[in-house]
């Protein structure tokens, strides 16, 4: 089943199915929401990017508390990541009959091995970086942020199924 997702978050189509749990999709939902213009940007490249491996609700939740575990650096090729990793580099004291040395630098070779070697790839609107490990820190939704009460013997999924079989009786 389709839902309507931002096309910056259309990677996060696949790991949205029909009998998902509800709770789950609110919370994520609430905890996009809530972020700030920076974050939801940062969210939004490193979800395009795909960086972060698998696809689930409960990644994604993650992914909401770890994104300060991800840089996202405004270059949009191999060549702008490598002009700008020379820009940011220590350079030594050095003339050279007064001649620019970064003429003779291969900026798309230093950028395509930077992303390489640093296993980044490129988001939406940048290069996307991963400087951590996701920590896991959603063991389920918080009891205030429930919208489906627990009901004992049962659970979400076998009560979306049993309503689905129902109605095509």
Known sequence: SEYDI???????QEAIGEYENLDELNFLAKRIKDMDGAEYEKFANIVSSGIKGEQTVESYINLTYNLDNFEVYPAMND?????????NMEKPEMEINDVDISAYIDFEAVGRDYAINEQCRYGIS?????????????HGVPDGDRVIPDM?????KSMVRNAADELER
């Open 6 to 12: 931002a096309p910056e978050l259309s990677n996060m």
């Open 79 to 87: 060549e702008e990541v490598g002009q700008m990793l020379w820009e």
């Open 126 to 138: 940048g290069l996307v970086h991963a400087n951590g490990y996701m920590e896991e820190w959603f």
């Open 152 to 156: 004992p013997g049962t659970n979400e």
